[in-house]
Nanobody, 126 residues
């Protein structure tokens, strides 16, 4: 069992920045790759970013590539999402999730992940 708690969301103007954090507890953090997803009202949950267990491999949705950076600190059991040049279209609830080593489902879809946090709201005003 893993517990995930996101923080760092808020209201920001377009062009601004936020850094989300996701603190994990329970099982060994570096047993898992991690992902960030987001869900806007009336829309499906969508992939944002992925990071491997060691942090050496990252992957991004095209919509955030070049603006968002995922990172992790295994000593602190925390994964981060640095979001720069924010746009109103980035407004959503952001979730972090764990991906088990043995998972075979796509890392780009929610069913490729196991444990989820409660989410943190990000609102970007124009």
């Amino acid at each position: 069992q893993v517990q995930l708690v996101e923080s760092g969301g808020g209201l920001v103007q377009a062009g601004g920045s936020l850094r989300l954090s996701c603190a994990a507890s329970g099982r060994t953090f570096n047993d898992y790759a991690m992902g960030w997803f987001r869900q806007a009202p009336g829309k499906e949950r969508e992939f944002v970013a992925y990071i491997s267990r060691s942090g050496s491999v990252t992957n991004y949705a095209d919509s955030v590539k070049g603006r968002f950076t995922i990172s992790r600190d295994n000593a602190k059991n925390t994964v981060y999402l640095q979001m720069n040049s924010l746009k109103p279209g980035d407004t959503a609830v952001y979730y972090c999730a764990t991906r088990d080593l043995r998972k075979t489902n796509s890392l780009y879809t929610p069913n490729g992940y196991d444990y989820w946090g409660q989410g943190t709201q990000v609102t970007v005003s124009s």
